[in-house]
């Protein structure tokens, strides 16, 4: 029986579940770790650097939340602040001067929405990200891991390729924070979730996506295995393409519109 909208984001909260360094460690090779924003410190919600994909370097960000309790208090559980933000552009912008691909690794409920977040430049950074990343002239491509919460994903997002894992999530808000904005009821969370159209399902039918991937033996050998040729595959693809930046632009401006055709991993 498929599940419903909120046992998938209750799947992607759970803690077993691979989170961004997994995924590194699984499908590259070589990962090289980068630190810093150069403007006030190093992010540890955003693990970003220089790897191996079959041979061809690429720069790697992911949000990462962490597993145990101290990890996820150390990652602030995968919610960037801005300097986690400007270190993530600093690495992409890099990436564009070296030709290199881009890979973002997308899993957080949303950015950190603390005083001192607000206070050094938060949603400028995100703002800042959203407008670079359209300009940078270097194949970007974002896979959605878990949960996508509003603007804290979406500046890991503007690529020319956006995949979804088979219960991630993207939404502009949680089902509990829409529940009680909505209904001043956060116990109506379900009904919320069907009604955000959050599933991988719902963004590949708006065009929101491109792909969503299979997670029967997610955390497996075969599964990064698979993944990482599904990548190979698309950044040749995107590396031969004319006029990458155009064509983001144009993606973008074609969101909303359903399609017709759905492409799933099988």
């Known amino acids: 029986m498929p599940k419903t909208a909120y046992e998938r984001v209750k799947t992607v909260r759970d803690l077993k579940r691979p989170t961004g360094l997994d995924y590194i460690c699984g499908i590259f090779d070589g990962f090289l770790e980068l630190h810093g924003d150069r403007r006030f410190a190093d992010d540890p919600a955003i693990v970003g650097g220089v790897a ?3 041979g061809q370097p690429v ?9 145990t309790t101290k990890e996820r208090t150390f990652r602030n559980f995968g919610a960037p602040g801005p300097e986690g933000y400007r270190k993530s552009l600093r690495l992409m912008q890099q990436a564009a001067k070296f030709r290199r691909p881009i890979i973002c690794l997308v899993d957080t409920s949303g950015a950190n929405c603390g005083i001192g977040a607000e206070e050094r430049g938060q949603g400028q950074a995100i703002a800042e990200n959203l407008m670079e990343m359209m300009t940078l002239d270097t194949p970007i491509l974002s896979i959605l891991i878990g949960e996508g919460g509003s603007g804290g994903a979406l500046a890991l997002a503007v690529a020319d390729r956006v995949w979804m894992m088979e219960n991630a999530v993207y939404s502009v808000i949680s089902p509990e924070g829409c529940a009680s904005i909505l209904w001043k009821d956060a116990a109506k969370a379900e009904t919320a979730a ?3 159209k959050l599933t991988a ?38 590396a031969q393409t004319e006029g990458l930046t155009v064509q983001r632009y144009d993606r973008f401006r074609r969101i909303g519109t359903p ?6 991993d099988q």
């Open 52 to 54: 191996m994909l079959d």
């Open 59 to 67: 720069t790697v960000i992911a949000i990462e939340k962490g597993c």
């Open 194 to 196: 069907e009604n955000l």
């Open 201 to 238: 399902s719902d963004a590949l039918t708006l065009g929101i996506i491109e792909r969503i991937i299979e997670e029967n033996d997610i955390g497996q050998e075969s599964f990064y295995a698979r993944i990482r040729t599904m990548l190979s595959k698309e950044l040749q693809i995107l």
């Open 259 to 264: 399609i017709q055709k759905k492409e799933e």
